[in-house]
C-alpha cells in the first residue's frame, strides 16, 4: 500500500465513528488489495464496541483485504447495516463472488442479525448474486428489513439465484416463528427481464411485507409486469412502487391497475418510460377513482398517453387530498393538448401539481392509426390470447375462449358471426344468452359483441326495442361491477370504434351512427353513471376523427352527456 494512502487512511480513522454505533470509511477512494493494507482499518473494527453499522463503500477491496475485514467481523454479533455498495471497482468479477462470500461467512458466524444490506453499483452479475446466497439463507437475514442490490448486473440467472435464497429465508425463519419481513428491495438496472422478475415475484407473494419496490430498468415486459402485480396484491403495506422503464404496454397497465386496486396505502406510483397508453392510463385513473386514498405522486411521463387520457387523469387527481404530483411529460397530447391539461389542472386548483410538458412528443400521427386499422394479424392474435390470460390471472374468473364459444346455442353463435335484425328477433328468450358474452372481465370482448348488437338497431318498433333491451340489460351488469371494469370497457369500444387511439394493431369495426344512438340511449338510463357520463364525455370530445355520416349522432351523444354530467353540479 502507497505510504500516502496509509496517511489517508490514518487521518480518516480519526473521524470514522459517527455515533449510533457507526463505523464509516465511505467515499475514501483507496485502494485495498493486501492484509496490510487493512491492518489499521481492521485493527478499527476489532476496538470497536458495539458495532452496529458499517460503511464500506466508496473504497476498493480485493480478495485478501476482504478476508481481513472479514476475521475482524466474525465476533460482531451486534451489527445490523452493511453499507458495502461501490466497494469492488476495478476487480475482477472473479474476485467479488470470494469477497462477499469471505464476509458473509463471518456475519454468520458472528451471529449479526441484520437489518440492512446494501451492495449496490457492485457489477458482480450472477456469481456475485452466488456470493451472498448463503448470507440470505442463513439466520444472519432473518431480521432482514432492507435489501439494495441496484445496478449490479445480476441478470435472470442472478435473479433466480436471489429469488430462491429469499424463499429459503422465509421458509427457516417462518419455522422458527419469526418470518422474513423484508419492507424495501431495490433492484434496478440488473437486466432482471421476465424470468428474472417472474421468479422475484414468487418470492415477494410469498414474503408479502414489502413497503417499497424499486426496479426501474431491467428490460421487464408485460409478462414479467403481470406477474409482479400478482405479487404485489399480497403485499398490502406496499407505499412506494417503481418500475419506471420498463414496459407495460396495454396488457401489463391493465394488470398493475387491478394489483392496485387491493393496496390502500401507496403513496408514489412510478410508472413513467413504461408505455402504459391511453387505455393504461384511463385503467389506473378507475383505480384512482375508487381507492388509493394516500396517493401523492403519479408518474406517468414518457408512455405515449394522449390528450384525452391525460385529462382522464387529471379529473381522477381532483378528489385525491394528499396528491402533490402528477407527471404526464413526454407523452402525445400536442400543444393545444398540453395548454387544455394545464387549464384543467388551474381550474382545479391543482395547477401548482402538474409537473413540466416541456417534452411533449405532439400528438399522434394519423397515417399511424389509419396503419393500425383492419384485421388483426396473426402476432396481435397471439397477444390477444397473453392478454385473455392476464386477465383471467388477475381477475381469477374462467375467461370465454374460442371453444366455450362453440358451445354456445346455434343461434347466439350465428349471430355473433353475422349479426342481423332477423337473427336477433330468433333468439327470443334466448337473447339473455347474449348478456352473458358481455363479462367485464374481458373488456375487448364485451365491447365486440355490444358493438355487433347495437349494429342492428333501426327505428322498427320491434327490432329497436330488442336491441335496446339487450343492451340495457347486458350494460346494468357489466357497469354494476368495479369502476375499473366500466372504465376498461369503455376505453376498449372506443378504440374499435376508432375515436380513441388503441395500441398497435386493433380489430375495428365499421362505425355506423346507429351505435352511437344506441349509446345516446344507454347513457341516459340510470346505470350510467355521471362519473361514466364524464369520462365517456371527455374521451369523445378531444376527438373528432367519426365519419362525416356520423357527424350528428356523434353531437347528439355528446349533447346527452353534456346534459347528464350537468345534472352533476
Avoid at 422478475?197 to 421487464?220: K, V
Avoid at 320491434?462 to 372504465?487: C, H, N, P, R, W
Avoid at 362505425?511 to 340510470?526: G, I, K, P, R, W
Wanted: hydrophobic fraction near 40%; include cysteine.
Amino acid at each position: 500500500m502507497a505510504a500516502d494512502d496509509i496517511a489517508r487512511l490514518a487521518e480518516a480513522l480519526s473521524a470514522t465513528h459517527v455515533g449510533d454505533g457507526e463505523l464509516s470509511y465511505k467515499g475514501r477512494g483507496l485502494k485495498l488489495d493486501t492484509v496490510q493494507s487493512v491492518e489499521e482499518l481492521v485493527r478499527e473494527i476489532e476496538q470497536y464496541q458495539g458495532l452496529r453499522a458499517l460503511r464500506l463503500e466508496g473504497n476498493t477491496f480485493g480478495v485478501e483485504a476482504a478476508q481481513a475485514v472479514a476475521r475482524a467481523l466474525e465476533n460482531k454479533d451486534q451489527l445490523q447495516r452493511c453499507h458495502w455498495s461501490d466497494m469492488f471497482t476495478g476487480r475482477l468479477r472473479s474476485e467479488i463472488p470470494t469477497a462477499l462470500r469471505s464476509l458473509g461467512n463471518a456475519l454468520t458466524t458472528a451471529g449479526a442479525r441484520l437489518m440492512e444490506l446494501d451492495l449496490s453499483d457492485n457489477a458482480f452479475g450472477p456469481d456475485g448474486v452466488k456470493g451472498i446466497e448463503q448470507l440470505l439463507k442463513s439466520s444472519s437475514c432473518h431480521s432482514l428489513r432492507e435489501l439494495r442490490l441496484n445496478n449490479c448486473g445480476m441478470g435472470i440467472g442472478g435473479g433466480k439465484i436471489l429469488a430462491e435464497a429469499l424463499t429459503e429465508c422465509h421458509r427457516q425463519s417462518s419455522a422458527l416463528g419469526t418470518p422474513l419481513r423484508l419492507r424495501v428491495f431495490v433492484a434496478g438496472r440488473n437486466r432482471l427481464e421476465n424470468e428474472g422478475a417472474a421468479a422475484l415475484a414468487q418470492a415477494f407473494q410469498l414474503i408479502g411485507s414489502l413497503e417499497e419496490l424499486h426496479l426501474p430498468q431491467n428490460g421487464i415486459n408485460y409478462v414479467g409486469i403481470t406477474a409482479l402485480a400478482s405479487a404485489m396484491q399480497q403485499n398490502p403495506d406496499l407505499r412506494l412502487l417503481n418500475l419506471n422503464d420498463n414496459t407495460f404496454t396495454k396488457r401489463g397497465a391493465l394488470a398493475m391497475a387491478q394489483a392496485l386496486k387491493h393496496l390502500r396505502n401507496v403513496e408514489v406510483i412510478n410508472f413513467g418510460d413504461c408505455l402504459v397508453r391511453s387505455e393504461g392510463a384511463i385503467a389506473l385513473s378507475a383505480v384512482m377513482r375508487e381507492g388509493l386514498p394516500v396517493l401523492k405522486e403519479l408518474n406517468l411521463s414518457y408512455g405515449e398517453v394522449t390528450e384525452a387520457a391525460a385529462l382522464v387523469v387529471a379529473q381522477a387527481v381532483m378528489d385525491k387530498p394528499h396528491m402533490e404530483k402528477v407527471d404526464l411529460n413526454g407523452n402525445c397530447l400536442g400543444d393545444n393538448g398540453c395548454d387544455t391539461l394545464r387549464e384543467v389542472m388551474e381550474n382545479m386548483d391543482k395547477a401548482d401539481m402538474l409537473a413540466s410538458l416541456s417534452d411533449d412528443e405532439g400528438e399522434p400521427d394519423e397515417e399511424e392509426d389509419e396503419e393500425n386499422d383492419g384485421d388483426v394479424d396473426e402476432e396481435d392474435a397471439e397477444e390477444e390470447e397473453g392478454f385473455q390470460n392476464v386477465v383471467d390471472c388477475i381477475d381469477s374468473r374462467p375467461a370465454k375462449s374460442q371453444s366455450s364459444l362453440r358451445q354456445l346455442q346455434p343461434h347466439v353463435a350465428s349471430f355473433l358471426s353475422c349479426p342481423t335484425a332477423e337473427k336477433l328477433l330468433q333468439l327470443g328468450e334466448n337473447s339473455a344468452s347474449l348478456k352473458q358474452q358481455v363479462d367485464g372481465a374481458d373488456p375487448d370482448r364485451a365491447a365486440d359483441v355490444l358493438l355487433k348488437i347495437s349494429s342492428v338497431y333501426s327505428e322498427d318498433p320491434e327490432t329497436k326495442a330488442a336491441v335496446l333491451q339487450t343492451i340495457d340489460a347486458a350494460l346494468k351488469t357489466l357497469f354494476s361491477g368495479s369502476a375499473l371494469q366500466s372504465y376498461c370497457f369503455l376505453s376498449a369500444m372506443l378504440v374499435m370504434m376508432g375515436l380513441l387511439k388503441g395500441e398497435g394493431k386493433v380489430k375495428r369495426v365499421e362505425l355506423v351512427s346507429v351505435q352511437l344512438v344506441c349509446l345516446e340511449h344507454a347513457v341516459q338510463q340510470d346505470y350510467f353513471t355521471q362519473d361514466l357520463a364524464l369520462l365517456l364525455h371527455t374521451l369523445l370530445s378531444r376527438n373528432s376523427k367519426a365519419p362525416e355520416s356520423c357527424y350528428s349522432a356523434k353531437e347528439s351523444l355528446l349533447a346527452a352527456l353534456e346534459k347528464r354530467c350537468g345534472a352533476e353540479n
